[in-house]
């Protein structure tokens, strides 16, 4: 493809990096949502409703 100018040629460079930026972002995002639904919608990082659930600290001072 020919180019009237330098900026225009930058340009179109530019356009085609975001969309292959767009690209790889739905195709992630497509994973993420694919893996979060064959685990029952539930993170399994600590702390985060995962498999380990945070307890509270116990107190530090009884009340005796």
Do not use: W
Not at 15 to 32: P, Q, Y
Request: charged share 30%; glycine share 10%; net charge positive.
């Amino acid at each position: 493809m020919g180019f009237c100018s330098e900026e225009c040629r930058n340009r179109q460079m530019y356009l085609d990096d975001m969309k292959k930026i767009e690209i790889s972002t739905r195709r992630i995002l497509a994973s993420f949502h694919e893996r979060r639904r064959h685990r029952g919608g539930r993170c399994e990082t600590r702390g985060f409703g995962g498999t380990v659930p945070a307890a509270a600290p116990p107190p530090i001072f009884s009340s005796k």
